[in-house]
């Protein structure tokens, strides 16, 4: 076998190596080392899928218990019937900062909220589960209790 054709032979397995790799990164982008820097990375990137009213991406940040609860679809349903109440002003979160727990397997996220209220600040909690950081936002959305909210005001 010529010179040419093993350092060809090299490259192309190196070049499907990292092609994998790359695959599985992108597949699985929840998985990161522990630490405060990486959740808050997570939060943020929720954040903005929340900000863009993509419920789809939002439900993919949230904990394992919240997904139980309700299926992708489900929850873009609520998401979708929960925002078709009258606000004075879009929704939108302002993330405001991040505290971890020692060991950084859990910890809380805080945003003030530009709807509803004015300087109403909500509190989200952060998971490290499966080989990353999910949330623990949005829970009336998931189990369908975001109604019960608009009910009480009538």
């Not at 060809?8 to 994998?20: M, Q």
């Not at 489900?74 to 606000?87: A, Q």
């Not at 999910?134 to 189990?143: G, M, P, S």
Request: proline share 5%; with cysteine.
């Amino acid at each position: 076998m010529s010179k040419r054709k093993k350092w060809s032979i090299a490259f192309a397995v190196v070049a499907l190596l990292v092609a994998v790799l790359a695959g599985f990164l992108l597949t699985h982008p929840a998985l990161s080392p522990k630490g405060e820097p990486y959740a808050e990375k997570r939060v943020l990137a929720m954040a903005k899928a929340a900000n863009e009213n993509d419920p789809a991406k939002v439900y993919d940040f949230l904990t394992k218990e919240l997904r139980d609860i309700c299926s992708k679809e489900e929850f873009c349903k609520n998401w979708e019937d929960e925002r078709t109440y009258p606000y004075l002003i879009p929704f939108w979160i302002f993330f405001r900062g991040i505290e971890m727990e020692q060991g950084n397997e859990q910890g809380s996220a805080k945003f003030e909220r530009a709807a509803r209220l004015p300087g109403q600040f909500e509190e989200y909690g952060i998971v490290y589960e499966n080989g990353g950081y999910y949330i623990d936002a949005f829970r009336t959305i998931a189990d369908g209790s975001y109604v019960e909210i608009f009910e009480r005001l009538s």
